[in-house]
């Protein structure tokens, strides 16, 4: 699937946008929205119906916005950028949460849940990875990806 690909390569694609002619500007992956945006923008590259920010069922008394819908595919990526503060416990709830609320969601057969963690402040990603990579019952099929 292209999309690993994709995530596999991100810290790389941000390692190069910084590295301009003559200093120019240039787009710095400092929070959450940032990654949103250049990620978005990578979507471009192999699908054309990309939904940002869907409301999703609700869910424990509230509703909440998903990342992107990649409907034709039924395909939801959930993004989360790592910062101080929030511990790999914390990561791992919000996570969690966001599993529990797609299960109802009609266009989600998958769940890409990807956390770019450029400065590696999750001690264990691929402990965490195992342990929240799933196929649940309905048949939603749960996928973590931490890079960088």
């Known amino acids: 699937m292209p999309l690993f690909n994709?995530?596999?390569?991100?810290h790389q694609i941000v390692r190069q946008l910084r590295y301009r002619y003559d200093s120019r500007e240039t787009l710095n992956v400092h929070d959450e929205y940032d990654m949103q945006n250049l990620l978005h923008s990578l979507l471009h590259l192999y699908f054309d119906d990309i939904r940002p920010e869907e409301w999703t069922p609700s869910y424990a008394g509230k509703s909440s916005r998903m990342d992107f819908l990649l409907k034709d595919y039924k395909i939801?990526?959930?993004?989360?950028?790592?910062?101080?503060?929030?511990t790999e416990r914390e990561l791992g709830t919000q996570l969690i949460d966001d599993i529990a609320r797609y299960k109802s969601h009609p266009d989600c057969e998958t769940l890409?849940?990807?956390?770019?963690?450029?400065?590696?402040?999750?001690?264990?990603?691929?402990?965490?990875?195992?342990?929240?990579?799933?196929?649940?019952?309905?048949?939603?099929?749960?996928?973590?990806?931490?890079?960088?």
Do not use: A, S
């Open 6 to 10: 994709l995530f596999d390569k991100f």
């Open 76 to 86: 939801i990526i959930e993004v989360k950028k790592t910062r101080k503060g929030l």
């Open 112 to 148: 890409l849940c990807f956390t770019y963690d450029p400065e590696g402040l999750i001690g264990n990603p691929r402990g965490l990875e195992n342990d929240l990579n799933r196929q649940e019952e309905n048949g939603l099929n749960v996928k973590v990806i931490i890079r960088p």
